[in-house]
């Protein structure tokens, strides 16, 4: 999930007890994200793909994070175990009865909670044949995340993740999303500091050792402008265009980033 862009405060160091049960949170999310990867195909409904999740985090003893999640009272609690975007949706795509079709792009967003920690994490992929710029999206989105993840390292400041992505995004073409934005992560799914994905380098506080945030850019092929349809959940780009969204909690440790997810 992602927060709305507000201000940056403190940022919680973790200790490395707290960061080992996040790294088991994480181990859960990657393998309920790998097997929903598998199983995306048209035909297949995006009920289904929650139901997947949810039964493999719950096995593992985890709790789903988002499930019952309201991060404000003006909001309905978030109703399922994952967000399942479709094409132009680029966030908190409610799972539903629509089935997944050749040549759609899907954004899948898992949290889970080990022992009071949280894990975040969400890919893009595409089910069928999708298009050439389709696919472009996706794979450029995955790389800006990387590019950014490279800067979570102690003696970066926090902006430095921000810059290395909207660079790396806006090389490829594609705009950077500006009203959603990543997050400290730990007791609670959305912690300080907010993480924009782009702005200047050099600016906020530095990083250091035991810091832990979710790191997720979100990519449009048009505009970066965004509206939130009347679930009250759903973002999607203004003009309809496709959206993708990767994102990894990430540790940061002394020999640099640790991808916990
Ligand atoms: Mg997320
Ligand atoms: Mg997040």
């Given amino acids: 999930m992602t927060p709305r862009n507000d ?5 919680n160091v973790k200790s490395p007890r707290e960061i080992s049960l996040m790294r088991e949170a994480g181990r859960i999310i990657a393998e309920a994200k790998s097997a929903v990867k598998d199983a995306l195909a048209p035909g297949v ?3 289904e793909m929650d139901a997947l999740a949810e039964e493999i985090i719950k096995k ?3 709790i789903p994070s988002f499930k019952g999640y309201q991060p ?8 399922a175990t994952i967000c399942f975007s479709f094409n132009e ?3 908190h795509g409610i799972p539903s009865d629509r089935k997944m079709q050749d040549g759609d792009i899907v954004s899948v967003d898992f949290g889970a909670i080990v022992e009071g920690y949280h894990g975040d994490s969400a890919f893009t992929a595409g089910v069928g044949l999708v298009t050439d710029t389709a696919q472009k999206l996706i794979d450029v989105t995955a790389e800006s995340l990387f590019a950014g993840i490279a800067k979570a390292t102690p003696g970066s400041r926090l902006t430095d993740i921000s810059n290395a992505i909207q660079v790396y995004a806006e090389a490829e073409g594609f705009s950077v999303v500006r009203e959603y934005v990543g997050h400290g992560i730990g007791r609670a799914l959305h912690e300080e500091p907010q993480i924009p994905n782009y702005g200047s380098p050099g600016r906020g506080p530095l990083l250091k050792e035991g810091m832990v945030f979710a790191i997720e850019p ?8 965004t509206k939130i349809m ?6 999607v780009t203004e003009d309809g265009k496709l959206s993708a969204h990767s994102e990894h909690t990430v540790a940061i440790t002394s ?3 640790e991808v916990l997810t």
């Fill in 7 to 11: 201000n940056t405060k403190g940022i």
């Fill in 45 to 47: 409904t995006s009920t």
């Fill in 60 to 62: 593992r003893g985890a």
């Fill in 72 to 79: 404000s009272p003006h909001m309905p609690p978030f109703p």
């Fill in 89 to 91: 949706e680029i966030v």
């Fill in 218 to 225: 979100m990519l449009n092929i048009g505009t970066w402008k």
């Fill in 230 to 235: 009347p679930d009250g959940w759903t973002v």
């Fill in 255 to 257: 020999e640099g980033p």
